[in-house]
């Protein structure tokens, strides 16, 4: 049997107001569009003025240099900077500072800064309070000393000695082999102890170190870390200094919301111009704000999670400038730290010669795109306001439609009914499946039950003539012959039989409160949890205790709870064993059963014993098969019991012939929990 899919007015005005989706998606599918147009273009232009920029300096002779290799230090421009052996003058790069380690826990940190004739070196070695040096003469290596290897303007190499006796001023000592020599003054600096270690700042005159600097760190106990070749003047620490000639050529170029960096084939930062600044709009009305909320979600999600690149770096070694350096031209998308900015930088390599001697990269805030944006937010106000005019005439033209659906059912139910109560009519039910043919469907059925109430009246009204004519008739017969007998016991014969007369009227009317009582009783039963199985079980057994020449069989069943009164299923349950008692053929067993049909359970009492006619429904009130003349009076009630049982719990009422006619199944059913 298929199933007909349900739609409510409220699942089909949901679909209506799905339209209003339209509206969002319009506006994302327009913001989108746009932002990826106007991206694309921006991204076209900082490639395409990359491009001039690496053409504009590859012929610098700031790429002409040799290779940086491992150990350069990166020389900062000039501060006034006072020779005390503390880091005060050095805030403003400390983050700088170039990190050196070993695996024996040796670290250091160096910083470098030019002014005119100098070079000022900070060097911050972490360790522990350090030994220093005794006695007059100075042994290498036996204390906490700093090697300094110098490669003048000539190419000449030197080795200086610093390794004091005390905190303070440090004579710098000139090294031949492991001997120090005397002390040259020209380099003046400055040892102080700190928590974490030391500092040595010195001063040393650029022509002494023009060609390259390494650092050797020594701790007293043997442990030794440079940053470079101590002895070859070739491998020496290269020094990595702004050029002058690359920041002339790009501090002309104004490109607005931007940033200019140029680097060595090593990344390191040959110069820099311009600055980023955040662009968000401020949004003054509402809307507004909440439709850049919309696009800021959208960019940022094009924008992904990658990290924003330092903005103060002296050396770049991530991307773009790593795929630059590698000769491919890349772009990169970031947000601005604790901003919504989004940034793009590009980087392209500089080719001198056929080789890679560097990488220029631009970044360039989207402040442009979301200038134009709030252009678009206003077309898409007018899209939106479009848009709500169409959803509002059709939900306009559906709520009509459903007016007029009511409208005709309340005339309808108005016709069925006649002014004195009678039903003259029915209601047409709709063939839609919604709360409105639900609720004709229910009218329907409010008429359908006056109707069978009104031919329960008049089947009780000849229902009760027949049952109360023959005790009545049995009451008047024995007075009368009472009265014209004088023997006692004849007498007592005749009452004796008025009373079973009355006792039969008794019964009658205890079977008519039995019904009336059990309507009320729904109206305020308890409901409860209970597994039916059990209860099944547990009413079989009970029952059959009080009829033991009888066979009772419950075929095994799955556990099934159900929610509803356990008691009012017990009678259900009685009134079916009852009327399989009076039916069944002698020596045969009565089956009770559990079927599980779609959303419902059904309890089955089957019985071999006569047919049952087709064509008559013994569940409905005063209706019965039984014989007209028996002992006990029979209203048709037990099985209308059963039926007003069944659907108090959601269920309903079948019964059935097997294909031989040789026995019958009465059922109830009732709705299990979702559960």
């Excluded at 900015?341 to 390599?349: C, D, G, M, Y």
């Excluded at 944006?373 to 005439?393: D, E, G, K, Y």
């Excluded at 409901?527 to 057994?541: G, K, N, R, T, Y």
């Excluded at 059904?602 to 006619?613: E, K, L, T």
Aim: charged share 20%.
């Amino acid at each position: 049997m298929s199933v007909k899919k349900r739609f409510g007015i409220r699942f089909k005005l949901l679909l209506v107001s799905l339209s209003l989706i339209a509206i969002p998606v319009a506006g994302y599918q327009f913001i989108r569009e746009m932002e990826t147009f106007l991206r694309d273009a921006q991204d076209h232009n900082l490639a395409t003025t990359t491009q001039a920029l690496a053409l504009l300096v590859q012929d610098n002779p700031a790429f002409s240099e040799k290779e940086a290799g491992p150990g350069a230090l990166y020389v900062h421009p000039y501060l006034p900077v006072i020779i005390d052996g503390y880091a005060d003058d050095w805030q403003d790069i400390l983050p700088l500072a170039q990190q050196f380690s070993s695996a024996d826990g040796l670290a250091f940190q160096v910083l470098l800064r030019a002014s005119p004739g100098y070079f000022h070196l900070l060097i911050h070695v972490i360790t522990p309070p350090p030994r220093y040096a005794g006695g007059r003469i100075i042994s290498y290596g036996r204390s906490n000393q700093v090697e300094l290897f110098l490669v003048d303007d000539n190419g000449l190499s030197r080795s200086y000695l610093i390794a004091p006796r005390a905190p303070g001023t440090v004579i710098t000592h000139r090294l031949n082999g492991d001997q120090s020599g005397p002390g040259d003054f020209r380099l003046q600096g400055e040892w102080q102890e700190i928590a974490s270690g030391y500092n040595l700042e010195m001063r040393i005159p650029k022509r002494l170190m023009a060609s390259g600097m390494s650092i050797r760190v020594m701790d007293g106990a043997g442990h030794k870390l440079a940053t470079a070749s101590m002895e070859d003047s070739h491998k020496a620490g290269r020094l990595i200094q702004p050029s002058h000639e690359l920041n002339r050529i790009i501090a002309n170029i104004d490109l607005p919301q931007s940033r200019i960096r140029i680097t060595d084939d090593q990344g390191w930062v040959l110069t820099r111009s311009g600055n980023l600044e955040d662009t968000a709009p401020q949004s003054k009305t509402a809307a507004p704000w909440l439709l850049r909320k919309i696009i800021d979600l959208i960019l940022q999600h094009r924008a992904g999670d990658a990290p924003p690149i330092e903005e103060n770096s002296v050396r770049l070694s991530g991307e773009p400038v790593i795929s630059a350096l590698q000769g491919k031209t890349a772009t990169r998308r970031y947000r601005m730290p604790g901003s919504e900015t989004l940034v793009i930088a590009t980087a392209r390599p500089v080719f001198s010669d056929g080789k890679i001697r560097g990488a220029v990269m631009l970044e360039q805030t989207t402040g442009s795109i979301l200038s134009l944006q709030n252009q678009a937010m206003q077309r898409l106000l007018v899209i939106t306001f479009t848009l709500f005019v169409v959803v509002a005439l059709a939900l306009l033209g559906f709520a009509s439609l459903l007016t007029s659906r009511i409208r005709r059912l309340h005339n309808q139910m108005e016709k069925a009914v006649a002014p004195d109560g009678r039903i003259i009519g029915e209601i047409q039910v709709s063939r839609s499946r919604d709360e409105i043919a639900d609720l004709g469907q229910s009218f329907s059925n409010v008429l359908s039950r006056l109707q069978e109430y009104n031919r329960y009246l008049q089947a009780m009204a000849s229902r009760l003539s027949h049952e109360f004519r023959t005790p009545l008739a049995i009451i008047r017969t024995s007075l009368e012959n009472s009265s014209l007998v004088d023997d006692a016991k004849e007498k007592q014969a005749y009452l004796q039989r008025a009373q079973k007369g009355v006792d039969r009227l008794e019964l009658i009317l205890r079977q008519l409160q039995e019904a009336t009582r059990l309507e009320k009783a729904l109206e305020q039963v308890e409901v409860q949890p209970f597994d039916l199985c059990e209860l099944l079980a547990f009413s079989l057994e009970n029952y059959a205790s009080i009829h033991p020449g009888l066979t009772f069989e419950l075929q095994p069943c799955v556990a099934c709870r159900i929610s509803g009164s356990p008691e009012l299923v017990h009678q259900a349950l009685e009134k079916l064993l009852d009327n399989a008692v009076d039916f069944h053929q002698s020596g045969t067993p009565i089956a009770v059963r559990l079927v599980r049909e779609q959303q419902q359970v059904f309890v089955c009492v089957s019985n071999q014993g006569p047919a049952i006619p087709t064509n008559m429904d013994l569940f409905q009130s005063m209706v019965s098969l039984r014989e007209k003349r028996q002992e006990q009076p029979h209203l048709g009630l037990g099985l209308y019991l059963v039926k007003l049982i069944a659907e108090f719990h959601g269920g309903g009422t079948r019964m059935e012939n097997r294909p031989d006619k040789k026995a019958v199944s009465f059922c109830f059913g009732l709705t299990p929990d979702a559960n």
